[in-house]
């Protein structure tokens, strides 16, 4: 039998992505589809860039959105970046630099690794003593780990991936939009970040931005890029003056993505990054005055996300069960070692809002009394 046709019911999304996305998003991703050599939609393409950069704070010439999720971002700067035998430093403080070293290995690099507690953050220190002295291709980190809900202090970084000789790599999934993220200010030479988390338009591209240095150690390989999808080489004269044909444009999202990056510099960058903290503070008040714990220390707390020890007695699926089935708010789960251990609640983009605040505090609430 031939399924009914679908209809998704309305929820607040509030777990580590994907978030709510504004109805005049959707809206214009229900616009009729051009052909992606079409003069009218290579305008839509300048126009994005010309908003991604704004949103980096770049004036990087190579920025524009992959086709892919965050990952395919992620996977993008590595494959460009790395080849065989280049040597890479990885801070690892959760889930997604964990997943870099895995990307980064099978571009044929050699990585090593600078650990510090889940939870916690890094000081350039840990960097530089880990290297020793030795010299580096390529030094990454993540801004805002979205399993530990930590904020990486970046400041301090691009003078550790100079000692090192390195080009400097920052994942801005969950920070992008949420949070400032300054690249050129930064010294950061490789960033990618996602369209589901604080820009708030459905999971589907990477914004990705790379800086000249960058640029020329892609001009430079002596090796093509591994993956012919995210080769930048090739992708980049579509996105360039060339216009040459790579893959198909995923129109539709593109669409999307400009109106919510529209909608974010419309709203400005800074009073989006206020909303973000002033709800997130809002959220934490709440949940301590319900006698929870926030494991991650105050001056390193993300905004976009919010970690939450679940309490002893507690069923971890059965509260986020009844959320979603009584008050139709979705929270994730702890990943990886955090499995079981923690709640991770958004607050990203059009989901950042009081009432989506008020709504998920009186939530749990219920959902805790109701496990008495
Ligand atoms: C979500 C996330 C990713 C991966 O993005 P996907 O869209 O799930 O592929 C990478 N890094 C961080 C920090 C994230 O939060």
Not at 170 to 178: I, K, P
Not at 306 to 334: F, M, N, Y
Request: negative net charge.
């Amino acid at each position: 039998m031939l399924p009914a046709r679908i209809n998704p019911p309305q929820r607040r999304l509030m777990g580590p992505g994907p978030s709510d996305v504004e109805p005049s998003v959707l809206e214009v991703m229900a616009l009729p589809t051009l052909g992606h050599l079409d003069p009218q939609f290579l305008k839509i393409m300048d126009e994005i860039r010309y908003m991604l950069r704004a949103l980096f704070s770049t004036e990087n010439a190579l920025t524009f959105p992959m086709s892919g999720t965050g990952s395919a971002g992620m996977e993008t700067c590595f494959a460009n970046l790395i080849e065989p035998g280049d040597r890479v430093l990885i801070g690892i403080n959760g889930v997604f630099g964990g997943r870099m070293v895995d990307v980064a290995q099978r571009c044929g690099a050699e990585v090593v690794t600078v650990e510090v507690p889940w939870g916690e953050t890094f000081t350039p220190d840990d960097f530089l003593q880990k290297a020793r002295g030795q010299r580096f291709d390529l030094m990454a980190l993540v801004h805002a780990e979205t399993s530990t809900g930590t904020l990486q202090d970046l400041s301090g970084m691009r003078a550790v991936a100079d000692h090192l000789g390195a080009l400097l790599l920052v994942d801005a999934v969950t920070s992008l939009g949420g949070h400032t993220v300054r690249v050129d200010d930064w010294g950061i030479d490789a960033i990618y970040s996602g369209t589901q988390k604080c820009l708030s338009c459905p999971p589907g591209l990477a914004p990705i931005s790379f800086s000249s240095r960058a640029s020329e150690k892609l001009e430079q390989r002596s090796t093509p890029v591994q993956s012919w999808y995210l080769d930048l080489s090739m992708i980049g004269k579509y996105w360039g003056a060339e216009r040459a044909y790579h893959h198909t444009a995923p129109i539709n999202m593109l669409y999307g993505l400009h109106e919510a990056s529209r909608l974010a510099l419309e709203e400005g960058l800074e009073a989006r990054i206020a909303r973000h903290a002033q709800n997130a503070a809002r959220f934490r008040e709440g949940l301590q005055a319900l006698g929870l714990n926030l494991p991650v220390a105050e001056n390193i707390r993300l905004n976009p996300l919010t970690v939450i020890e679940i309490p002893s007695g507690i069923d971890d699926v059965s509260v986020r069960k009844h959320l979603l089935e009584q008050a139709g708010i979705e929270i994730g789960g702890g990943l990886g070692a955090f499995k079981g251990k923690v709640w991770r609640v958004g607050l990203m983009g059009a989901a950042s809002t009081k009432s989506n605040v008020d709504a998920c505090l009186s939530g749990l609430k219920n959902a805790l009394n109701a496990q008495q």
